[in-house]
């Protein structure tokens, strides 16, 4: 199944006329006035649409690419970016290319990013250079991961080679209808997950590029894992207060690539599905917005030479019928990102209390049949998690002496000394409690409060829900501690001097 349909037929009426209006080419002619339609994909890391075609384990970036109409002589060009850490060209990469584009620099430094953003304007440019009489140019951006960071600095960067007329972007391009410019529209910005460091202990990374989404976009929707905790992937929300763009910031569940797409089917012993869920809304929402995508009829028939891309979509009714139970389950769900964030993390607390005591071999399992040369490093990940599992019961005590410690008021102190006393005896003489913040507080009061979960809610997490920690280094306390969520301040956009190129280092962010 899929959705599509799900939306009223006065609803698809209205997408209808608003694609009608959006590309009056598709009821005119190839050599009159244009307004071409260009969708930009930029992929996650280690995500290559290529590469990932052996193992099935596209992200849900490719997929919507695959699902996108790309029809030159109706001005739609869908534009995909390899994700950082993978090629930009699997067929012919210099030594260079190889070195920039590797999964230890390319996926753990954050080279090649200024590369990515250059080919997306190269192919930008070269499809434009294609139409005639062009009077609007209409663009959606889409990104997973890094990605999702690459496509909100792309559009800043592509709004600063604008020049501005009555405070709206143009293009400078002598094929416009006008000789000189035509008007840009961001339509869209679909994203998943944004994630803005690099590298596996990497924190708070700096790029040189601005991530805050300027208001001329029209409508902007970000997807956002509940329950990713690995701290070297911090969150950079979309919701800035003053200047954000009008659209939504949604939480769904499971781990980063539970919402972006990336997993193979069976790995970790797990259906691949999951993250179809975002990927047939974000679809549909972007298709309701005026986003050509192909609806599933037209994948099915003979609108794409890829008849494998309509099966992309897909996702079992069983799916579906454990999701609406586990959405019905979500106590807090509301506007502020860390309450809804928060009601997630209790049910995942609850299935974790659940099979902490069970056999964790059973969650993984299925893995080691995939491939017999992974066998060892499975075995060594499950002999982490089993160790890791065993000692939370211990690093609980230790953590909630410190979360006690972290509420201790000075005028209590002398009531907390025998505690103070007897946690060294117990954890030894190093024994420091440190202050935990507000946040922190709240995840242990999600543990504490968490409960065992009904059949249903089980079954979601044993069987579509990832560990995005398996075969990461455990530290203690990681699955109690908060994914950090990194804000950006409104990025002012001002336009380009004629003739002058703006390179992608030279965009600033403000991360004060």
Known sequence: MQDWSDSSFETQMQAAQKRQELHPLLAGCPTCEQKPWISVFFDGTGNNGEIDADKKKWSNIYRLFQGHADDQTRGIFPIYIPGPGTPLSVSNAGWLSKLRDSGALGGGFGLGMDARMDKAFKLFSRNLADCQRVSRIDIAIFGFSRGATL???WINLLLKECIWEKGKPHWRMLNAKNGVSAEICIRYVGLFDTVESVGMV????????????????????????????????????????????????RVWPGMHSDVGGGYRPNEQGRFDTLSRLPLNAMRLDAYLAGVPFLSPAELKGNMVENKHVFDYFEYDAELKNLYDHYKSQISDASSDLDRTIISHMKLYYGWMKLRQDGDIDSLYGKVREERADLAKELENELSDQRKYLRKIPFENLSRKENVEWARLKISDFRKYREKLESARETYGKNFRPYELNS??????????????????ITKFFDFYVHDSRAGFTFNSGDYLEPREVLERKVCSVEPARRGKQIAASNIGVDHQ
Do not use: I
């Open 151 to 153: 496509a909100r600095a």
């Open 202 to 249: 990497a924190k708070n990374w700096s790029p040189s590029q601005c991530m805050t989404l300027p208001n001329v976009v029209e409508r902007c929707v970000h997807y956002v894992s509940a329950h990713e905790l690995r701290g070297a992937f911090p969150l950079t929300t979309v919701a800035d207060a003053a200047g954000a763009p009008p659209g939504e910031e």
């Open 439 to 456: 946040r922190q507080l709240t995840y242990w009061d999600a543990w504490e409060k968490s409960v065992v979960p009904d059949e249903k």
